[in-house]
């Protein structure tokens, strides 16, 4: 890329955070370029700097951020290290956007995309009037290859898909044709074949409008298959940074190495002939109303069947695999059977029927039927300690003879986590993304369950760190005798941790059975292309 305009020009960075122990250390002597029309990525372990780094460039840092009167950053020439904030907004948004991990807490609730598209317009572009915004609006929402971009548009994000919402995250970032796109972990929570879809996107668009890329993520098959650069980041700072071909080839530092060699490995251990079944679904149907009903207009209401008479069976000490794309009705039959949500059909877990029991009633057994999110920087109290987060649902449940009891089975809880006990005075937001998802399993851990519905909980995780939660939940399981409703869009963690596999499509069953038997032997179409898309690109 030497013949094309440099774009960025980072050098020397250095950023501390202050804490209640000193100042610690989050970035440290990084210089990096990116060109135009040029993708590069930022690969690491949570907590080694990637997203550190991207921010610094925008200016969006924590109040307690220290940057290095040292570092120096150049867009385009010019020296923005010492901009104020008013003079950030004029270039946020205008000559850099920013695609953050996740959509659904980026984008406003209380307003339709096409109203938040506009925003970022009009915050550019004073002159625009409404037509003008409305017809701008509806041409990216095209260009996002979003179905019914006139529907869409008066939408509000809770309305649309994972996939769909990171499609307006991306209208907005490239509404007003920016130089640079930072686009930080853009596929995290999407499925396979919506993750190649939304990579794709970006790809063209790159090529279309002739942008640098700054790719931050987790998942090195999406680097290896999209970026042209790579700088590896530990403890933040670059150890090694090459074209990516020749880092994949061969890498010349231990820790690219490291992370080049930590795809999801093992496999579910085996299960007892005789295990007893502990949670069975018959009939499971769910539904949303989309459309009240109208006397006025002698209109009925209208309805979504999400899930359409599943059946599934989950024994002790059993992992089962739900997978699917975004929409498929995996969470929602989660949650169903959970009595999270309303839903028809037959459920017994343990011996008990669920369908007939009212909230009153359930609470005596949601001790014993746990769950751990996709994000737990999202679940967990920010404004509790460990401590706090892990004893709230002991004290609620009765969990614990006295206080000194609770404090040893959290500190129990933690370990078995993978954590020490200091953790329990520390604040969520202290913690990296891996250590906050072993907070939320000892969360679940400490109410001493027989089940746990675990949903995505290792998208949002780099690899290696993946590989040391799914190692944990099998120790987990096989020390408790766990029973675990593992809900993910990533069939190689799947293929790792599960017994069975039941894919899901548009809320109706495609195929179940053993694991290997479907991943390796599928009898179905829609099956094979999601193999396909997960394993291809790994490829």
């Keep these: ?34 060109y135009r029309g040029q993708t590069v990525a930022m690969v690491g372990e949570s907590g080694s700097g990637k997203s550190i780094s ?5 200016k ?74 409305r017809a701008r609006v509806l041409e990216l929402l095209t260009e996002m290859q979003l179905p019914e971009p006139e529907k869409r548009i008066d939408q509000y994000p809770h309305q649309m898909s994972g996939g769909q919402r990171q499609r307006v995250m991306i209208a907005m970032a490239i509404a007003n044709n920016p130089d640079l796109l930072i686009a930080d972990e853009p596929t995290t929570a999407l499925d396979v ?5 939304i990579l794709n996107l970006l790809r ?78 018959r009939d499971i149907r769910v539904r949303f109303q989309t459309q009240a009903a109208s006397l006025w207009r002698r209109r009925p209401a209208q309805y979504f069947e999400a899930v359409k008479g599943l059946e599934l069976g989950l024994r002790r000490g059993e992992t089962l ?54 994000d737990p920087f999202s679940s967990l109290n920010p404004r509790m300690t460990v401590r706090q987060i892990i004893q709230e649902g002991m004290l609620i449940n009765g969990i614990g003879k006295d206080a000194k009891d609770r404090e040893q089975k959290a500190i129990l809880a933690l370990q078995e986590s993978g954590l020490a006990p200091f953790a329990l005075e520390r604040f969520p937001h202290e913690f990296s993304g891996g250590q906050r998802q072993r907070i939320a399993i000892a969360k679940a851990i400490a109410m001493e369950p027989d089940f746990i519905l675990l949903d995505e909980p290792t998208s949002a995780l780099d690899l290696s760190v993946q590989n040391q939660i799914i190692k944990l939940l099998r120790q987990l399981q096989q020390k408790h005798n766990l029973s675990y409703l593992f809900i993910s869009h990533d069939l190689r963690v799947v293929r790792a941790l599960c017994h069975r596999v039941m894919v899901m499509r548009h809320g109706d069953l495609v195929e179940v059975g053993d694991t290997e038997q479907v991943l390796t032997q599928p009898r179905e179409e829609y099956t094979r292309r999601l193999i396909r898309a997960a394993f291809e690109v790994a490829a």
């Design 204 to 281: 063209r668009l790159q090529q279309k409008h002739n942008i640098g890329v700054m790719l931050i993520t987790h998942d090195l098959t999406i680097v290896r298959q999209y970026a042209d650069w790579v700088y590896v980041m530990q403890h933040g700072q670059v150890v090694e940074n090459n074209a990516t071909e020749a880092l994949f080839t061969a890498p010349q530092h231990a820790y690219s190495r490291h992370l080049l060699n930590s795809e999801p490995s093992g496999r579910a251990p085996a299960l007892a002939a005789d295990a007893p079944e502990i949670l069975r679904g």
């Design 193 to 197: 074949t919506v993750q190649a879809e």
């Design 1 to 34: 890329m030497k013949n094309s305009e440099l774009l960025v020009r980072a050098d020397r960075l250095r950023v501390d955070f202050k804490t209640r122990d000193g100042l610690a250390e989050a970035v440290r002597d990084l210089s990096f370029r990116i």
């Design 60 to 133: 969006l840092l924590p109040g307690n951020a220290l940057v290095s009167p040292d570092s120096r950053i150049e867009l385009l020439g010019e020296d923005i290290t010492g901009f104020d904030e008013a003079r950030m907004r004029t270039i946020r948004g205008k000559r850099i956007g920013m695609i953050f991990q996740e959509p659904m807490t980026s984008l406003n609730p209380l307003y339709t995309v096409g109203q938040q598209i506009g925003e970022m317009l009009l915050e550019h572009n004073r002159g625009m009037s409404r037509q003008q915004v």
């Design 321 to 374: 695999g739900l997978v699917g794309e975004s929409g498929s009705g995996k969470t929602t039959l989660g949650h169903a059977l959970l009595r999270l949500i309303d839903s028809q059909g037959e459920i017994h877990y343990d011996g008990q029927p669920l369908h007939d029991k009212d909230r009153q009633a359930m609470r005596p057994l949601r001790r014993k039927m746990q769950i751990v999110f996709q």
């Design 54 to 58: 991207a921010r610094t460039i925008m």
